[in-house]
């Protein structure tokens, strides 16, 4: 199976990343073929100002994005992960991953879980809580006989989350993101391949790269695959840019039976006691 990442610098104009996403889309599978197309987080409209987020948002099904990407499945009859799109649902607002099949249907929709309320150590803030609520639901889809799981940019600091999609199943692990630049160049290859060797799975993590919100703030991009063993087997320069990685699912069995650390899990067996 062949995965494809696509890597962008999204601005604050939706017309113009979706024109990217297309090209982007369409050069990759004409080249390489693969079965499922990842986007990063935000992919359709990017910005630091809470009116404009909220103002690009879409309820789904329906809207310009969603549309856009149901049309772009069925075109190359591929699995498309889009990254994520704001979302309105009443008076809600939720940063929201969707998924369509090769027929153009959506088959999953993932609501970021943890939230992104940060001070970098350059003192820029993030309160993405001030606009976003958050998601409830652990959610898996499946590709033929593979099931892929779901996460979004701040939700890989978490183990518990991945640790729940392997336990039901994942094979792969998706995590689109718009990780920034100061906390990336640290940590984001540290918690992939942590992420890949604890839940034995392919690891894609899918970024946003370079500046936005006029140059305030800034993406690492640095788009990844990690294999079960934690090797890095494919990675995007720090431009816009598609890369694409073959799953070797035989690999991945071999890691699992010579290393069966699913089947030593023993902590959610004990009896919890309060001393």
């Given at each position: 199976?062949?995965?494809?990442?696509?890597?962008?610098?999204?601005?604050?104009?939706?017309?113009?990343?979706?024109?990217?996403?297309?090209?982007?889309?369409?050069?990759?599978?004409?080249?390489?073929?693969?079965?499922?197309?990842?986007?990063?987080?935000?992919?359709?409209?990017l910005d630091d100002n809470v009116s404009a987020m909220h103002a690009s948002a879409e309820t789904f099904p329906g809207g310009e994005t969603w549309t856009f990407l149901s049309s772009m499945a069925a075109k190359h009859r591929i699995t498309l992960h889009a990254g994520s799109?704001?979302?309105?649902?009443?008076?809600?607002?939720?940063?929201?991953?969707?998924?369509?099949?090769?027929?153009?249907?959506?088959?999953?929709?993932?609501?970021?879980?943890?939230?992104?309320?940060?001070?970098?150590?350059?003192?820029?803030?993030?309160?993405?809580?001030?606009?976003?609520?958050?998601?409830?639901?652990?959610?898996?889809?499946?590709?033929?006989?593979?099931?892929?799981?779901?996460?979004?940019?701040?939700d890989i600091r978490f183990p518990e989350l991945f640790q729940q999609l392997r336990d039901r199943g994942a094979d792969i692990i998706v995590l689109p993101a718009a990780f920034t630049l100061s906390t990336g160049k640290d940590h984001w290859e540290v918690l992939a391949r942590?992420?890949?060797?604890?839940?034995?799975?392919?690891?894609?993590?899918?970024?946003?790269?370079?500046?936005?919100?006029?140059?305030?703030?800034?993406?690492?991009?640095?788009?990844?695959?990690?294999?079960?063993?934690?090797?890095?087997?494919?990675?995007?320069?720090?431009?816009?840019?598609?890369?694409?990685?073959?799953?070797?699912?035989?690999?991945?069995?071999?890691?699992?039976?010579?290393?069966?650390?699913?089947?030593?899990?023993?902590?959610?067996?004990?009896?919890?006691?309060?001393?």
């Amino acid at each position: 199976m062949k995965i494809s990442l696509v890597q962008m610098n999204s601005q604050d104009d939706k017309s113009v990343n979706l024109q990217t996403a297309a090209t982007l889309i369409d050069n990759v599978v004409k080249a390489e073929s693969p079965q499922l197309v990842v986007l990063p987080e935000y992919f359709a409209f990017l910005d630091d100002n809470v009116s404009a987020m909220h103002a690009s948002a879409e309820t789904f099904p329906g809207g310009e994005t969603w549309t856009f990407l149901s049309s772009m499945a069925a075109k190359h009859r591929i699995t498309l992960h889009a990254g994520s799109i704001v979302e309105k649902d009443g008076e809600d607002f939720y940063n929201t991953s969707l998924v369509f099949g090769p027929d153009g249907q959506q088959i999953a929709r993932y609501r970021k879980i943890h939230l992104f309320d940060v001070e970098t150590p350059e003192g820029i803030l993030y309160r993405e809580s001030d606009s976003i609520r958050r998601g409830e639901d652990v959610v898996t889809y499946r590709i033929g006989d593979l099931t892929v799981g779901c996460g979004i940019c701040y939700d890989i600091r978490f183990p518990e989350l991945f640790q729940q999609l392997r336990d039901r199943g994942a094979d792969i692990i998706v995590l689109p993101a718009a990780f920034t630049l100061s906390t990336g160049k640290d940590h984001w290859e540290v918690l992939a391949r942590a992420r890949a060797i604890e839940t034995q799975t392919y690891f894609v993590a899918v970024g946003q790269t370079g500046t936005h919100a006029g140059g305030k703030k800034a993406c690492y991009g640095h788009s990844m695959v990690v294999n079960p063993w934690g090797h890095m087997i494919a990675q995007s320069p720090d431009l816009v840019a598609a890369i694409t990685a073959n799953i070797d699912l035989e690999y991945m069995n071999m890691v699992r039976k010579s290393l069966p650390v699913a089947n030593h899990q023993i902590l959610k067996t004990i009896p919890q006691t309060n001393r």
